[in-house]
């Protein structure tokens, strides 16, 4: 499940996916939200980055 919700920002894909499948609407009644894994893309990265650092403190390194 973590896996669908972090890939799509991770790798700046997918566009506008997640939003649409909750509410059973098509993609293009949401155009300004395409961009949005560009928008999260660098945060991603940089709690990815602090994970690996860290460990996410659950035995993850």
Same mark, same amino acid.
């Given at each position: 499940?973590? $896996?669908? $919700?972090?890939?799509?920002?991770?790798?700046?894909? $997918?566009?506008?996916?997640?939003? @649409?499948?909750? *509410?059973?609407? @098509?993609? *293009?009644?949401? @155009?300004?939200?395409?961009?949005?894994?560009?928008?999260? *893309?660098? @945060?991603?990265?940089?709690?990815?980055? $602090?994970? *690996?650092?860290?460990?996410?403190?659950?035995?993850?390194?």
């Amino acid at each position: 499940m973590i $896996f669908f $919700f972090l890939m799509p920002v991770l790798i700046g894909g $997918f566009g506008n996916y997640l939003l @649409p499948l909750l *509410l059973g609407i @098509p993609d *293009l009644n949401l @155009p300004r939200l395409n961009a949005l894994s560009a928008w999260l *893309l660098f @945060p991603a990265c940089v709690c990815l980055s $602090f994970g *690996l650092i860290g460990g996410v403190g659950v035995g993850w390194t």
